[in-house]
């Protein structure tokens, strides 16, 4: 029986973000562009069709689904109004909270890089194209 011990995987061949990690369903969560511009637009206290109306484009289910995703998470607070008709409000948690300043960084790098992106977008469809 050889005893000796079984080399460690080559950094090239091992995976470098294992399919059980934990991170990874919350990785997509923060990934997802309904996410993100739902908590950008909680700076404040927000009922639910106050979101919906500054999301153009969100279906009512889309966005009932990523509030219950995001709460689920611990990233958002759902609270009950005892109006008339009972109203619901959602705000961020300190976790929440923790995330908008990366989220606001790479949001404004997409911005200062949008013409940058869109320019090599129209070139690869170009090249794309000819072949």
């Known amino acids: 029986m050889d005893t000796s011990p079984v080399p460690a995987p080559s950094p090239r061949s091992a995976p470098r973000f294992s399919a059980e990690c934990p991170s990874r369903p919350i990785l997509d969560q923060i ?4 996410s993100m511009m739902a ?18 484009g969100i279906t009512q289910r889309v ?4 509030l219950r995703r995001l709460e689920r998470n611990g ?8 109006t008339s008709p009972i109203g619901v409000e ?3 948690t300190p976790l929440g909270e923790s995330l908008r300043e990366p989220f606001m960084r790479l ?6 890089h949008s013409e940058e992106i869109r320019s090599a977008q129209l ?3 170009v090249r794309s194209s000819a072949r």
């Open 75 to 82: 990233m958002i607070r759902r609270r009950i109004l005892e």
């Open 39 to 56: 908590m950008a637009v909680l700076d404040r206290p927000t009922r639910f069709n106050e979101i919906k109306r500054q999301l153009e």
């Open 31 to 34: 990934a997802d562009k309904w």
């Open 123 to 125: 070139a690869y469809d």
């Open 90 to 92: 959602y705000s961020l």
């Open 107 to 112: 949001h404004e790098w997409t911005v200062a």
């Open 63 to 66: 966005l009932t689904q990523t």
